[in-house]
Structures are given as C-alpha cells and as structure tokens.
C-alpha cells in the first residue's frame, strides 16, 4: 500500500508549500488530540476513528513511554476483504531503531495470539499481529508532511458491515518514536474540512502529537536567551563603533561616557540570557550536566568581562591602546557568544 497524502490548501497556508500542490491520490490526515477514552465492550480506553471503508486514513501518533500501546477502534459501513493496514516511521537517525508492532483487532481471530498482547482484547475477539521485519526498509517521499518514511508490512483486514474492529501500535522492546497509521486505500474527501486540515498540519510539523508536552517553560527560556543576546551584542557592536572612531577633546569625553552606558546595557543582556540558559538546563531536568554548564558559562563571561574591563577604550589601558583595544574587545565578546550559543545548543539538541 503505497501511502500518498493530500496536498492542496489555501494559499494562505503557504508556509506549507511543498503539501501544497494539486490534490493527488490520498489518505485524509488524523491527528488524535484527545486522550483514549472508555468504549463499551473495550476494556482498555482507545481512540474512536472514522470508517476507514469510506475514506483512507492516514493516523499520526506516537509512542512516548515503554509501555504505551495506541489502540484504534472504528466501525465499518461496508464489506472488505482486504482492508489495507501498515505503520509507517519518518526516516530519521533517532528512529533508525523504532520497529512498531500492529495488531488487528477483530471478532473472529486467534484468541492465542490476543493472549500475546499487552493489554487484553474484548470478549469474543481475537488478535493478529504483524511483527515486524527487522533490518533494512524501503523508504519514500511523502509531499503532504514533507518528509521521508520507512515501510512497515502491509497487511489486509477482512472486515464485514456493521462490525467494531481494532488496530492497535505498540513497541515490543519499548522503544519510543513517532509513527503514521495507513488504513484503507479510498480516496474521499467530499467531507473534509479545511480548518481541520490546516491544524493537522500544524501539529504534524511542530510534533504535537499526543501525549507529547508542549515545553513551554523552555520556549520562554529560550526566547531569554536569545533576547538578552541580542542586547548584549547589539550593545557591543555599538560601543565597539563609538570606541572605533573616538573624536578628541571635550566629544571624547562624551563618547566615553556613550560607550559605558552602551557596556551596562551589554551587561543587562547577558544576564538575561544566562538566566535564560539556566532556565533552559532545570527545564530539561539534566541536573548533573546543567551545573557543569552553567559553571562554563560563568568562567567564559568571567574572562570577557576581564577583557572588556581591561581592553575596552573606556577603561585606562584601553583607552590607550585605542582602537586595538576595541578590537580586542569585539573579539572577546564573540568568542564568549560563540561558545555561549554552543552550549545551549549542545544542551538543546544533543542531550535533549
């Protein structure tokens, strides 16, 4: 089953262009928001779909814990003897190891593979699980997320009218990662709305899917941190040009005094964006390795500020070496951004 998505919105979606070409041969998207509910004759809670005999269905979700299992329940309108059902995996480094199970839900199955499962099945229902091949996977290009995904294995469900059936995704190892349920291969979408559409886009590219939390106190942390380094650099730059072109005599003094205020306003950023850095390292809840950062960045501004204090033409030795000394200074300041920016990268990207 190849899985191909919808690409045509507005135009004032554009910042999702590359989803946005003529409509193609797809599945609608669905990303679950709400959490796994109650149903009766369930006795696990699971996500009401629609039927996906009258519309194919492309489900993002993802496993966050080791032993989470997403499970889909609908009810089908129409007689299929070969359903198609297949998880798919973004093509990603972190998820070169993530090989999600499928299991089909559904009255009629083998009560011996249900009793493989981790979470029990409802009464007179049976299970068949696809396991998954591991190794190597056939990739491919999807337009509508703008992203590569990995195969899983195809599989057909037999599903008659009026039925309840089931399709459930877990990891057998407890791995984690995000995934894409293909179910169905009917393209319909005489139902679809727009406004649902544009925000599955949004949670699709900013990863919202459920049971992901939203790191709000790192996203005010970060935008500290780049605040206060804006100040900061914006402060140099300019006291830097002052010292650059100071004039002689009594405007000399005048633009002395200018470049000390511009070095407090300096000042005031940093410590803005050390705040926010260490806002950023409790955020991430790293606590052996956020102390050691932290202690980094207090040597690094510690020696810029020495620098500055020594080198800047505001000071007694700067101001006679001139305009080496706001070179000397400039460099300072950049070296400790650099290595600033490095570490709250590091922290955000690597250790994340």
């Not at 914006?234 to 205020?261: C, D, H, M, Q």
């Amino acid at each position: 089953m190849k899985m191909k998505m919808l690409a045509a919105v507005p135009l004032a979606a554009a910042l999702f262009w590359s989803a946005l070409a003529a409509p193609v041969a797809a599945h609608q998207p669905l990303v679950p928001t709400a959490p796994a509910v109650a149903v009766d004759g369930w006795p696990v809670p699971v996500t009401v779909i629609p039927d996906p005999t009258a519309a194919s269905l492309a489900v993002y979700g993802a496993l966050t814990a080791p032993a989470q299992a997403d499970i889909y329940v609908f009810r089908v309108g129409a007689d299929r003897p070969d359903l198609p059902v297949e998880a798919f995996v973004p093509r990603r480094a972190s998820l070169s190891g993530f090989y999600p199970t499928v299991a089909l839900i559904a009255p009629g199955l083998s009560i011996e593979e249900a009793n493989d499962l981790p979470f029990p099945v409802p009464s007179g229902y049976g299970a068949y699980i696809v396991r998954p091949v591991l190794g190597a996977r056939q990739d491919f290009y999807e337009p509508f997320s703008g992203e590569a995904y990995w195969h899983g294995t195809e599989l057909p469900l037999p599903v008659s009218a009026g039925q309840t059936y089931g399709i459930a995704v877990y990891d057998r190892a407890g791995q984690s990662g995000a995934y894409v349920l293909g179910v169905g291969d009917k393209e319909e979408f005489s139902g679809v709305s727009w406004s649902a559409l544009v925000s599955a886009v949004l949670r699709l590219k900013l990863g919202l899917f459920r049971g992901v939390r939203l790191p709000v106190l790192s996203l005010w942390a970060y935008l500290l941190f780049v605040i206060g380094a804006l100040l900061s650099l914006s402060g140099w730059i300019a006291a830097a040009a002052f010292s650059l072109r100071l004039p002689s005599g009594k405007r000399a003094t005048a633009a002395v005094k200018n470049a000390r205020e511009l070095h407090w306003l300096s000042w005031t950023g940093e410590a803005i964006a050390v705040l926010g850095a260490a806002l950023i390292f409790i955020g991430r809840g790293l606590a052996g390795t956020a102390p050691f950062l932290a202690l980094c960045f207090f040597i690094i501004f510690a020696v810029e500020t020495a620098l500055v204090w020594k080198f800047s033409p505001v000071s007694a030795k700067g101001a006679r070496l001139g305009r080496r000394g706001a070179l000397l200074t400039l460099c300072a300041v950049f070296f400790a951004w650099f290595a600033a920016v490095f570490f709250v990268t590091w922290q955000l990207l690597v250790l994340n």
